[in-house]
Each structure stands twice: as structure tokens, then as C-alpha cells.
């Protein structure tokens, strides 16, 4: 009787062992994820990732070309103001030097 309450004894605590495994197996099933929701969520992290990069580029990129565009404004006022400027000394010198060859045919004459 012995041995029979020893193979009993021995098949439950098998059986115990047995159930403990499945269940533990179906909770490690059931928390496993398939390869494509994986995939899905790296998408997910990823396309976050794009959307920040733009946000941040067009932080960064904005005031540097309203910055630009500004500084390239004022240039070409600059330029525009020098090309008066040289318009303006380029008169004054070919008055000058028509009031002197006048000036200079009058007292030849």
C-alpha cells in the first residue's frame, strides 16, 4: 500500500507540476506579442520620431530664413542706395568737367 500511496502521491504532485507549467505556458502565451503588432509599433515610434524632426526643423528653419531673407532685403537696398550714390558722384563729376572744358574754351577764346 505503500508504493501504491507512493505512485499516487508521485502522479499528483506530476499532475500539480503539469497544470502549474500550462498555466504558467497560457500566461507567457498570452502576453507575447506577434511579430506584426512589434512592427506596428516601431511604425508608430518611428512616425513620431518624423513628426518631431519636422516640428524641430521647422523651428530651426524658419527664423533662419526669415533671418535670411531679411538680410538679403537690406543688401539689395544697400546696393541700391550705392548705385544712387554713384549716379549721383557720376553727374557732379561730368558737371565738373563741363563747367572746366567751358571754362577752359572761354579763356581760349
Not at 72 to 78: G, K, P, V
Given at each position: 500500500m505503500t508504493q501504491t500511496n507512493q505512485h499516487h502521491d508521485?502522479?499528483?504532485?506530476l499532475?500539480?507540476?503539469?497544470?502549474?507549467l500550462e498555466r504558467r505556458l497560457t500566461r507567457l502565451e498570452d502576453t507575447q506579442l506577434t511579430?506584426?503588432?512589434?512592427?506596428?509599433?516601431?511604425?508608430?515610434?518611428?512616425?513620431?520620431?518624423?513628426?518631431?524632426?519636422?516640428?524641430?526643423n521647422q523651428i530651426v528653419d524658419t527664423p533662419a530664413e526669415k533671418l535670411y531673407q531679411r538680410l538679403?532685403?537690406?543688401?539689395?537696398?544697400?546696393e541700391l542706395k550705392i548705385e544712387q550714390r554713384?549716379?549721383?558722384?557720376?553727374?557732379?563729376?561730368?558737371?565738373t568737367i563741363a563747367t572746366s572744358r567751358d571754362r577752359t574754351s572761354r579763356s581760349n577764346d
Open positions: 508521485r502522479s499528483h504532485s499532475a500539480r507540476q503539469f497544470r502549474v511579430g506584426r503588432e512589434v512592427n506596428s509599433s516601431f511604425d508608430h515610434v518611428y512616425e513620431e520620431i518624423d513628426t518631431l524632426e519636422d516640428q524641430m538679403e532685403a537690406r543688401i539689395d537696398r544697400l554713384f549716379d549721383e558722384l557720376n553727374r557732379k563729376f561730368e558737371l
